[in-house]
């Protein structure tokens, strides 16, 4: 099976492997050989036996790759984030004090900058920031950070945590969502959280089936950056998912049951016949992957490294590459 990779990272990696000696790389190639014919679960594990944990981003809109690496590939291989950066701050802001907390749990750092937390509910304009000391178990937070790495600036971050509990008096954060990634096209406050909860449930329910990445528009958004020809007349959201089998209608129904489970606003506006079912449009493997790599190309000041997948589309532009992707993949078939 041949390797994705670009010409450069490939030119690199066959220059590193060429310098092992012969006998130990033909060595290995038999024992990879040997693992790759028992199958991949659990392949990492038999691959490297020692290998205590992976570090990555494992929580929020990332969960899926996680769970989809924990179920087959790396099966009793922990996956850590054991920090959470911020280029404004040149560094860390929180970390993971492995053995107490969850992999998934950070503990502020103090010294990387000034922290004040806005509640989740309370606007930006006039709002009364908190401080460390102030938050309390169990709510939700804005994060607003000020730095002086680059001169005295302070930062609206939009990522919203949860506290989770305290490490002596420092408040244990668990990453929940992006506070500007919401569906909100009646007033239904629909949060990136929302939409990962309800995909992770409704995954739970398709056997054997990995869903490597989706996204998610709204009928509205859609229409509006495109063309008359999607559905303005019915408010809905339009899931484009990329999956390893081909998803039915039971499968689009799961999904939509999940969500009215996770978000009681979707629920009440989906019984009052403001929102309509959910729109499920499977696309084809590898679509993301060249949504990314087009992402990349327009943004020449993004790194690979630095993309995150967006679960809630609303940037037109992106919604237009989005839809001209999706329709282009169907003028092949």
Sequence with gaps: MALNLEDDVRTQLNRQLQSVNPAIRAQRSSECRVEFERGFDGIVHRLWPHIPSIVAISSGAMQIYKNNLSNRYTKGVPIISPVFAASETGGIVAVNLTGHMPDDHLVIHPGTGFFEFIPVGEGWDGAETLFLEQLELGKDYELVLSTQVTGLLRYRMYDVFKVTGFYYQVPILEYRFRHNMMLDGVGERVTEDHIVEAITAA??????????????????????????????????????????????????????????????????????????SIDLRQVPLGFFARYKSKVLDLNKLTFSGQF???????????????????????NLI
């Design 203 to 276: 995954v739970s329910l398709w056997n054997e089936t990995i869903v490597r990445d989706y996204m998610v528009i709204s009928s509205t958004t859609l229409s509006d950056a495109v063309d008359s020809s999607e559905n303005t007349q019915n408010y809905r959201y339009v899931w484009f998912i990329e999956a390893t089998r081909t998803l039915k209608s039971e499968d689009g129904q799961d999904l939509e049951k999940s969500l009215q489970k996770v978000s009681q606003d979707y629920l009440r506006f989906r019984t009052l016949g403001t929102i309509e």
């Design 308 to 330: 995150k997948m967006p679960r809630i589309l609303s940037n037109p532009d992106r919604i237009v590459l989005v839809h001209s992707l999706y329709s282009d993949e169907l």
